[in-house]
């Protein structure tokens, strides 16, 4: 939970338009580092899903259970009705879902879970990266 | 995973099945209040026995776990029949993660003559697809039913893009295994 914050803290105001100097990319990985911290999503992806995003919060959400793309069909169908969700992306290799709110949207883990297990799998944990 | 192992669909989700093989034709429609449950109705032509039923369908997930890299289901299905208490149960299960599948199904079914009908099916993903890409499936499918009392084993094919999954089975005694379903 500490590491969590700590994250958090030191994402506020990660990746504007100078992406380089607050998102240093690895050349040999395909992990993504917030200020020396490993985010572990795909580096491609993540730069596409971030692709015209601004003023926006990302909760990287890692999800237990999400094997398959027919199985994880229902995490992007529920989240869409919210009308603070921008965009969403599941990176299945890595058991992650990617969700882009809008910077009013007060973030709350517990609606992300109950949201995550309405489709039968488990959100263990999450991180906030302002935008 | 296959056609079979996703009885229940997400909350609030809807599924539309078409399913046809040696034993049986059968077009089934149910709705998921939330992911523990589904119930339906389906119209089923046993090619066996020569009998038309409509069933109510009632699907619970008796058990689930969730890891990183795998899901383990445990599922009890049930059939109401409109006529002659044709009705059916029994179990399913499977063990999947990106790249394997095993299932199981179990079903003890009413009818003009009572009959149990089990499978069990492996599958191999031979690439790793991500989130919206074209899947691809090879699976082996072996099955057997009280009333003929024969084991037949064939390889199957899946594929699922979307909201869209087609299986289809080739055994020359059996002939075509065709699954296809679409949820919404």
Known sequence: ?131 | MNVESRPISYSGGHTLMHFSDNMKESVYYHYSPTYRYSFGIESLDDKILNTSNSYLRFTYLLNRKNTKNAQRNLYFQSGLANKDNNNFYGIHGDWETRRYFVGFNYKEVKNIIDYTDKHIQFGVAPYLGEYDDFHTWLMLKTKKNSINNKQITYPMLKFFKGNVLLELGYDKKTDWDIHLMYRF
């Not at chain 1, 992650?96 to 297990?117: H, Q, R």
């Open chain 1, 1 to 131: 939970m500490i590491r969590l914050l700590f994250l958090t803290i030191l994402s506020v105001n990660f990746i504007n338009s100078d992406e380089d100097q607050h998102m240093h990319q690895h050349s040999h990985s395909h992990d993504v580092y917030v200020q020396g911290e490993k985010l572990e999503v795909d580096q491609k992806r993540f730069k596409k899903f971030l692709d015209g995003l601004n003023n926006s919060q990302v909760a990287v959400v890692n999800v237990n259970g999400m094997v398959c793309d027919f199985c994880a069909r229902g995490i992007e169908k529920t989240f869409v009705k919210d009308k603070a969700v921008k965009r969403i992306d599941v990176d299945l290799e890595r058991g992650k879902v990617l969700i882009a709110y809008t910077k009013e949207k007060e973030i709350d883990f517990d609606e992300i879970k109950n949201k995550i297990l309405a489709n039968g799998q488990n959100a263990i944990d999450f991180i906030i990266l302002d935008i």
